[in-house]
């Protein structure tokens, strides 16, 4: 759609580039969403979230979103098989600094959220799938 197109091209590469996750919410058409059974309550979430935040303070004294490139060296260490994992896939997608940081802060929550004391593969691909994708329809 030429509309998308015009209005992502509005966001310049190095500020796109500061965003941390992007998220494409498909269209779900009626008989689909009358079937779906009932989610997660956001008291439940927001449980979740708050373990993950505290997680986070004990751990460092703030959230990952705000760890420098010294804190995410320290705080989101990856075994081999991980740092094989990230490594190839971020000379295959050809990802910048900035961009790799960002993902491994992201994994870092994942992990928290999971209640994992490592980052695993599963947290660095899910984190791969909130970055930025070429969008066409």
Do not use: W
């Not at 779900?28 to 079937?35: I, L, M, N, R």
């Not at 059974?37 to 449980?47: L, Q, T, Y």
């Not at 804190?71 to 896939?89: H, W």
Request: charged residues 35%; positive net charge; hydrophobic residues 35%.
């Amino acid at each position: 759609m030429p509309q998308i197109e015009r209005y992502n091209k509005k966001i310049s590469g190095p500020i796109e580039d500061r965003i941390d996750i992007f998220i494409d919410v498909p269209k779900v058409d009626y008989d689909k969403y009358t079937s779906m059974r009932p989610s997660e309550s956001s008291a439940k979430i927001r449980e979740r979230v708050m373990e993950a935040v505290e997680i986070q303070m004990k751990r460092a004294g703030k959230l990952n979103g705000k760890m420098n490139a010294l804190e995410v060296t320290k705080f989101c260490k990856l075994g081999p098989k991980e740092e094989d994992f990230f490594k190839n896939a971020s000379k295959k997608l050809g990802l910048t600094a900035r961009t790799m940081e960002k993902i491994l802060k992201v994994s870092r929550t994942i992990a928290d959220l999971s209640k994992s004391e490592k980052i695993e593969i599963s947290h660095i691909a899910e984190a791969m799938q909130y970055r930025k994708r070429t969008f066409s329809i």
